[in-house]
């Protein structure tokens, strides 16, 4: 077996899942030890893993706090699970994910991914995917969200947001609307209306994005929101 | 965007549209351009892999179609299906003369002067040549006069060598004997990114992304991690030299797929430039001292009189160790050294200190076998019969000792816990280079 990410040989151990799934692809012990799962005690909003720093009560994080006196976002209640913390080993990964285009380590985490999404999620009716511009997306190749709703489920994948595009404005009007606009539009208004619906993306870190794409859902009549991030920043 | 931009970016060089900063439209219209496709199935044209397992898959928002890509050189930008890699012809940048370049006095031994003259010889026939020179027979000075061959004829002039630490070394010794040419030297992170100069020192790493662009292509330490076993690097060194072109390897140890190779002229030089043999190595028993040392760090007795001895003798012990662990375990522990290995951030300032008299000792991963010329040191090999240490490593490690014609004396031991093959041959191997420099 040849490890995903750096791409050296290694044994893996002969288990259940290794006889039933050949061809499976995954880490080197080496490349696996230097993942961070995110332990039980988290945040009950965002799915960060309890730390004195973050916390002034036991049950939600600072950030959160921050997020409920929002004036914009009153009304959006965050669900996130994440399963890794995005130390540097996740960052570097990331790196040569996203940046780089590796798309197939994404497959290092399908298990996990899988597990995830069958314990949690069961009952959404569709996962929503975070677009990318259009530039991002040539660059790219690829778009992160796609790829991990696509190992959960890809029949409810729904591709109902699209980014705002339209005008070119200076960077200094750019950097306020950041604060006050959303970059997200809904292109399929109808289709979410009383549903339950899961946000997919890879990292989560200040949350900014699963706040304005959850508040464009809310509007737009979901009944149920919970997001979904790989790695928690 | 001018013609003249666009053939100067390309000259010997091969990229990716991505890499590239002119408008690719533009470039289509070039005829001295050439494009082609990055990869063709399991095969990529730029770094020569063929693993299947070493190429992925996707959908591919740049082509909407399933899109291979290659992993094995995804950190030089991806190159997919639906890559296409430009080239342009590579110019020579010198006119041919008949002035001299070179800058050097140093008197040649016979033996250096057969060499050096075999090296000219190379250059004018465009074949291939094995100088196999035992460590400290003074090879880069061997291959001066040939060079100064080569610049008089305007030639395209590329040393590679596996190793970072050895462009480090190289560069200045190359600009100090050809004082007037320009050099550019490439290693991972330099800034000197691809100018067209008439001699390129490089490491094979950086060497991917050049086509067709030497005349002369120089390889250092052929046996040397990691060409030995990487085939992207031979890739890259083929793809690197020009279809008629001279190809020169150097080796204290080559392998014996070079060695045997028919097609390629072979010159040995079994004496060091100061006409003294090579130190044969002393072997130490020791005992189980890995336990010892990383469970009750307790440093084994005899290592610990062979620096005291060595210091006290005014001169500099180095103490080759087989893993990050023990290193630090023993920097800890022996005062005044320092340790270093290859992700140290530090390593190459360590080295200066070392060898101005700042440290007393020198504790070192396998990175310092090559290349590192220290003089009054004395060698330890701790834990020889580690499978680190083959007999190519402890052969180089034996050479970085006497190798200054002020210094040919110092003292190499390998300390073990039971001979190995791999160090029964490096006695050997020593002693058939002795034999056949003339001494028994
Ligand atoms: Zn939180
Ligand atoms: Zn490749
Ligand atoms: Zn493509």
Known sequence: MICLYCLKNYNMEVTWTTIFKPGRKGLCSECCSNLEPIREETCEKCGREYDEQWFDNKHICTDCVAWENHPNYKEVKIKNTSIYKYNNFAKEFVAKWKYRGDYELIYAFSDEIKKTYKSKYKKVDYIITIPLSTERSYERGFNQSEAIAKIMDQKKTLKVLKKNETNKQSKKKKLERIHSENPFIMTGVKSTIDKKVLIVDDIYTTGTTMYQISKILYEAGASEISTFALFRG | ?440
């Open chain 2, 1 to 440: 965007m001018t013609e003249h931009e666009i053939l100067a970016l390309l000259n010997g060089i091969r990229l990716l549209a991505d890499e590239i900063p002119f408008d690719i439209q533009e470039i289509n219209k070039l005829g001295l351009i050439k494009k082609e496709l990055g990869l063709n199935n399991y095969n990529c044209l730029r770094c020569g892999n063929n693993d299947k397992n070493k190429f992925g898959k996707h959908f591919c928002l740049r082509c909407n179609n399933i899109c291979y890509y290659c992993k094995n050189c995804i950190m030089m930008g991806k190159l997919s299906s639906c890559s296409e890699l430009y080239s342009g012809p590579s110019t020579n940048t010198l006119e041919p003369t008949n002035k001299n370049y070179l800058n050097y006095d140093g008197e040649f031994t016979d033996e250096q002067k057969t060499a050096s003259t075999k090296v000219i010889e190379t250059i004018k026939q465009k074949s291939q040549l094995l100088i196999w020179a035992v460590c400290g027979a003074g090879k880069t000075e061997i291959i001066f006069p040939g060079l100064n061959f080569a610049l008089q004829k305007g030639l395209n002039i590329c040393l590679a060598t596996p190793r970072t630490d050895v462009v480090h070394e190289l560069t200045p010794r190359l600009k100090k004997a050809f004082p007037e040419i320009e050099i550019t030297s490439l290693f991972g992170g330099s800034e000197n990114k691809y100018k067209n100069s008439p001699i390129t020192i490089s490491t094979t790493h950086q060497l991917l992304r050049f086509y067709k662009k030497f005349d002369v292509l120089i390889l250092d330490e052929i046996d040397a991690f990691p060409y030995n076993y990487d085939k992207s690097l031979q890739y890259a060194v083929n793809n690197a030299r020009k279809d008629d072109s001279t190809f020169i390897m150097l080796s204290a140890t080559p392998p014996n797929s070079i060695n045997y190779n028919q097609q390629i002229n072979k010159v040995i030089i079994p004496k060091r430039y100061h006409g003294n043999p090579l130190p044969l190595p002393k072997l130490e028993w020791i005992g189980d001292w890995e336990k010892s040392l990383l469970t009750k760090n307790n440093v084994p007795k005899k290592l610990q009189d062979f620096i005291e001895h060595s210091i006290r003798e005014g001169r500099k012990p180095i103490v080759f160790v087989p893993n990050i662990p023990i290193g630090s375990v023993l920097q800890d522990k022996i005062s005044e050294s320092k340790f270093v290995y290859s992700s140290h951030e530090n390593r190459k300032r360590i080295v200066e200190e070392f060898k101005e008299g700042k440290l007393k000792c020198l504790i070192t991963t396998t990175i310092l076998e090559r290349g590192v010329t220290i003089p009054f040191v004395d060698v330890a090999v701790l834990g020889a019969d580690d499978e680190i240490f083959n007999e190519t490593a402890l052969v180089q490690i034996a050479g970085r000792v006497g190798r200054k014609k002020e210094d040919t004396s110092g003292r190499v031991i390998f300390f073990h816990n039971g001979k190995t093959n791999e160090i029964l041959k490096s006695i050997k191997h020593i002693k058939k280079i002795n034999r056949l420099g003339g001494f028994e």
